[in-house]
């Protein structure tokens, strides 16, 4: 939850006026989104979320980011439409930083999802990946194995200030990926951060998909992977096979997996499982304490990997093999 | 700006059958008020402020704040009006905390406020003035002079860490006001926070009054002396007596202000920039370093007070005697 940069009435009717956007009513910060500064605009034409991207993200990427909500909306997909400026621009300038106006989405993500709701999750995450099937721009995924190297060599000499032993297991992660990533899966645009706080419900039916910020071209079956960490673990840190199963029924209702993905998720489980393990033990040791900003326990993961390490068939997610 | 305390949609939808509020579309917690923790909801209805009372609001108080809002509409002035539950009662509970409903007023507070702001608020603060008149709950206001010498004492011994030297100011301070407080003035219902982010406006009319969280029962004359620290000083500390002349004629546009009342000004403009002062003294001092709170900086207030304290006639403000 985030609002990094506080923005004045006088800058913010400036900048709609590069819109077609109706009259300005009130504008509230609100507590969504970790990586950047988001308000809730209400106009005289329709309710508008105002980004403002801040420095972790790539000015670079915005047109990939924007560009991919357009196209996914184009198929039907529900997310979040980018407004356009009357000069057509996706993006404009507020308070120094580069900013969008976004449509609203009504809806909201459920802090106690059910395995119902998992079902759902895995078939708009596979509708995504057949409407992602043809855009245009590509953008490789900074957080794959390269990625992770990069963060754990930033990591690795401080790891066992979080739990002894870290260095050595991690390591081992490490080296066991270097050998054992797949590389030959079916490849696309994926969401790559498909969690609770992303997914829009309105009673028990999926509305909206959010948050592309992370989006980029990686295995289809990776994100698959991503969101069995995301939405299919207890509290206590316990898979929950039923909504593993209710995830990949819904997944593979709209899109089939190979033989070989399937056969692959116990390694793609484990490596996304590093991925959000690496990211948030680069922050729990690098952000200040007294930073406005809640670090996410990276145990959490390590615990998720340690049960993907110990699979021994994709059977164990609720998948009939 | 908080979000104390997360709410999840099972408790909500609960809560929300005890209202006639329509189906929930969204909620999203806003970075809005400093004492509770407020969520924008949109029903099929209308949007809503949802808002949960911490710990620091004293749960006795809240049928007069609730009380107070109510009447106040009916008399015709913009204010939230709380939204009775099909039992009547305006306050229920969520997630441990008395929590109500109450209308969200459209509109924006102003980040660069001008005279001709300053005029609107004034004639706003004299109509809550008046409308208040009949209002038949009571609150003794607990940052008057009683309550400034129990922050005194907790924070005195420490004062001079936050610049050498206040210990003895502010001692002085205190016996200055043991011995000249007014006790002959109007009295009434004072909002007695009636900062910018309390005011909100649609262009250049003010559109509503909101967070009535301190309003109490006090001298007329000193919520218009809080209204004077809060909007008629620039930035740099320089009172701004074009803001403060135009805030005068807005309010005695409305109601008159007395001759001993125009008098009393300085001083009230004093108590009130040490009330402040006071207790941001006392959060600086407490507040643990790393808590998700922005401390305000008391020596903001510790200029006005000596800007006051060096005022010689009330003509000084802007005001014709």
């Not at 206590?236 to 995830?247: I, Q, S």
């Amino acid at each position: 939850m985030a609002v990094y940069t506080d923005i004045n009435e006088v800058d913010l009717r400036n900048f709609l006026t590069a819109y077609d956007a109706g009259d300005l009513l009130s504008y509230k910060g609100i507590a969504e989104g970790v990586e950047n500064s988001n308000f809730l605009l209400h106009t005289t034409k329709a309710p508008l979320i105002l980004t403002l991207y801040e420095k972790r993200v790539d000015r670079g990427d915005l047109p990939f980011f924007l560009g991919l909500m357009e196209h996914l909306a184009s198929r039907g997909l529900t997310c979040p439409l980018p407004l356009p400026r009357r000069d057509g621009a996706l993006l404009g300038e507020l308070s120094g930083r580069p900013a969008a106006l976004i449509s609203f989405l009504e809806g909201m993500w459920l802090r106690k999802p059910e395995a119902r709701h998992c079902r759902e999750v895995g078939a708009a995450l596979a509708a995504m990946h057949l409407a992602g099937a043809d855009f245009a721009l590509k953008r490789p995924n900074a957080l794959s194995l390269e990625g992770w190297k990069g963060l754990w060599e930033k990591s690795a000499a401080r790891a066992d200030e979080v739990e002894k032993g870290l260095e050595d297991e991690i390591g081992a992660e490490m080296a066991f990926f270097s050998q054992n990533w797949p590389n030959d899966l079916p490849q696309g645009v994926i969401h790559a951060d498909l969690f609770p706080d992303n997914v829009f419900f309105l009673g028990d039916r999926l509305s909206g998909l959010i948050d592309f910020y992370f989006a980029c071209n990686d295995m289809l079956a990776y994100d698959v992977s991503i969101c069995l960490n995301a939405w299919c673990f207890e509290k206590n840190g316990d898979y929950n096979v039923t909504k593993g199963r209710a995830l990949l029924e819904g997944y593979r209702s709209v899109r089939a997996l190979s033989d070989a993905e399937i056969a692959a998720l116990p390694t793609l489980a484990r490596g996304s499982a590093l991925r959000f393990f690496l990211t948030r033990l680069y922050d729990w040791l690098t952000t200040p304490a007294g930073a406005l900003v809640v670090k996410k326990d990276p145990l959490e993961y390590l615990g998720k990997l340690r049960f993907h390490r110990g699979v021994v068939s994709p059977g164990e997610y609720g998948i009939d093999v």
